[in-house]
């Protein structure tokens, strides 16, 4: 049952993590009585939107304990002591298998190795309070898997989470933990937090270091879904920075809570480019252009130097399908006909696509990549901030990889605006802007040129700041919501 204790006009888990922090500091309540909250509405929603893989209730328990203990002491260890977190399932954390949505990973260990965001969290007292669900390997845009099976929507469980990182981004929109780390490759944190109204971040690429590396490359970025932009930087502060595991990482860069400061003013003076289609190239449900037509006028009243400009940019959607699928084909390398006969069907097909891929064909796929960041890199030279819907539609039916009717044959079909600039590496959030006619939420991009996160996290900011953010919650678990 959902926790009944009530802090101020808010359930404790209805709190961010910064409003928990700061009760635990007033001795409002403790992290124990928040972590059981929490543990106590992953119950509730688990047999629902299924975002879980599991939980250790136990351990989460033992963790809030010593969190309790630093608190009582007036002495808490770093930025997130006692704040409950989810983990994406195909993060390494030590104590428990990493099975990455898969039938083929053995589950066997030693599991004795914490990837370094994880490794962050724990450093600063953060409760992991549970593994959450991801398309087998990370490898397309919805989460289903031979493993756990279809992920669902908050706001309607006939509908799809959106994925990869599906599952932390329906955690988080039910209040089971208010922040939870999730990797993107092609839009995958935006996507699912886009579908279930919460915010996601893509940093630059290697803000956030990795381990082990993605055989996706430098696709992949690891970033955060929370409930808003604050509590976001936040997590951001504490797993950004170099790690000698990953040679792709980034040296450390001011904070990004500091970049909030400003409030709603921190968008007054910035350039902003509004692309409602990329020049007519995306057919945008108009619930959705108009939501996020919106939020670009919300920027303007902010202060905002808004005006209707595309980048000079073709659907890049080949070359990405190279990258991506000869990713797919060298994880799959290892595995012998036993093993992929447990695969997700659709995984073995794109792997046996990129088998097919030559040297020749990568290099090419490359050189578009790069032409692409060249060609960003002159546009945000006259321009801060590009602003994108994040999506092109609301969530469709759980359980396929494209909408029905909708002549997509993969993911990216639907998803014109998210993988783009993962092929430039740059930093792009979502930030929710309204619901359609069926109460599903609606979310607007923001991106920067690369390095720039703290212009995207000032904007999205900005939104929240602002009231533009605001949508309805999700049902409440018990009542009637839509879909069964």
């Not at 351990?59 to 930025?79: D, I, K, Y």
């Not at 390494?92 to 949505?101: D, F, K, S, V």
């Not at 909030?260 to 995306?282: E, H, I, N, T, W």
């Amino acid at each position: 049952m959902t926790d009944d204790r009530v802090t101020g006009r808010a359930f404790l888990t209805d709190l961010t993590a910064r409003q928990l922090l700061a009760g635990y500091a007033r001795g409002d309540f403790t992290p124990v009585d928040a972590v059981r909250a929490v543990l106590d509405r992953i119950e509730t929603v688990q047999p629902l939107v299924n975002a879980f893989v599991r939980t250790d209730a136990e351990e989460a328990l033992a963790r809030a304990e010593a969190s309790a203990a630093r608190w009582r002491a007036e002495e808490p260890r770093g930025l997130l002591d006692g704040v409950p977190v989810s983990v994406k399932d195909v993060f390494l954390q030590r104590g428990g298998p990493t099975l990455r949505g898969s039938l083929a990973v053995r589950s066997r260990g030693p599991w004795d190795v914490d990837a370094p965001a994880v490794a962050r969290l724990r450093e600063h007292g953060a409760v992991f309070v549970g593994r959450t669900t991801t398309p087998e390997f990370d490898w397309k845009g919805v989460t289903d898997s031979p493993l756990t099976g279809v992920t669902r929507n908050p706001y309607d469980l006939s509908r799809t989470s959106g994925g990869s990182s599906g599952g932390s981004a329906a955690a988080v929109a039910l209040g089971a933990a208010p922040l939870s780390i999730g990797t993107d490759g092609g839009g995958s944190v935006r996507i699912p937090a886009s579908f279930c109204g919460v915010f996601g971040f893509k940093p630059t690429y290697g803000r956030v270091p990795l381990h082990p590396a993605s055989p996706f490359g430098s696709l992949v970025h690891a970033g955060p879904l929370a409930r808003d932009a604050a509590d976001a930087a936040l997590l951001m502060d504490v797993i950004s920075g170099a790690d000698a595991r990953d040679w792709s990482a980034l040296p450390p860069a001011p904070g990004l809570r500091g970049a909030l400061a400003a409030g709603a003013d921190g968008v007054k003076g910035l350039r902003v480019a509004y692309s409602p289609s990329f020049g007519g190239q995306v057919a945008v449900r108009p619930a959705v252009a108009s939501a996020v037509r919106r939020a670009v006028g919300r920027l303007a009243e902010l202060g905002a130097y808004v005006e209707e400009a595309d980048p000079d940019i073709t659907d890049p959607v080949g070359a990405f399908h190279t990258l991506w699928f000869s990713g797919a084909a060298r994880l799959l390398q290892p595995f012998g006909p036993e093993r992929r006969a447990l695969l997700d069907p659709g995984l073995r097909e794109i792997g046996a696509a990129g088998e097919r891929c030559s040297a020749v064909d990568y290099l090419a796929a490359v050189d578009v990549r790069a032409e692409l960041g060249r060609r960003l890199g002159r546009f945000h030279a006259t321009y801060d901030l590009l602003v994108t819907p994040t999506l092109p539609i609301t969530a469709f039916e759980a359980g396929r990889e494209t909408p029905r009717g909708s002549g997509a044959r993969r993911w990216t079909g639907w998803t014109p605006f998210t993988y783009p600039f993962n092929m430039t590496r740059q930093p792009a959030a979502t930030v929710p802007c309204g619901v359609d006619g069926d109460g599903l939420p609606i979310g607007v991009q923001l991106v920067a040129a690369l390095h720039q996160d703290a212009l995207v996290m000032r904007a999205a900011h900005a939104l929240y700041e602002s009231g533009a953010a605001r949508i309805p919650a999700p049902y409440e678990p018990g009542a009637a919501p839509g879909g069964s």
